[in-house]
Nanobody, 117 residues
Framework: QVQLVESGGGLVQFGGSLRLSCEAS????????MGWYRQAPGKERELVTS???????NYADSVKGRFSMSRDNAKNTVDLQMKSLKPEETADYYC???????????WGKGTQVTGSS
């Protein structure tokens, strides 16, 4: 029902900052809890941060204080501001939407974040 497209990935120096965006189409994101996941090489996909339909955020312990997620229901976008990036955070980052009733997960194709030193 909802299609998600991530953008903003790229090459960034470790310790640097990057802002990712996710644009939804086909359905408004107001009805969805939203999240950002990442999958590093050789690792399983993990939840980085999520934001509820009411705007309540949750963060993985590893990113608390450095990452910030926000949503703009009017623009149908969610953002992820990442600061002080670490080597282990090189990964493909995915936008996720979870249906309120069905609890079905919808995924973007991902955007790659690659760190350099």
């Amino acid at each position: 029902q909802v299609q998600l497209v991530e953008s903003g990935g790229g090459l960034v120096q470790f310790g640097g900052s990057l802002r990712l965006s996710c644009e939804a189409s086909g359905s408004g994101i107001r009805a969805y809890d939203m999240g950002w996941y990442r999958q590093a090489p050789g690792k399983e996909r993990e939840l980085v941060t999520s934001i509820s339909r009411r705007g309540r955020t949750n963060y993985a312990d590893s990113v608390k204080g450095r990452f910030s997620m926000s949503r703009d229901n009017a623009k149908n976008t969610v953002d992820l501001q990442m600061k002080s990036l670490k080597p282990e955070e090189t990964a493909d980052y995915y936008c996720n939407a979870k249906g309120r009733i069905s609890e079905q997960d919808y995924w973007g194709k991902g955007t790659q974040v690659t760190g350099s030193s």
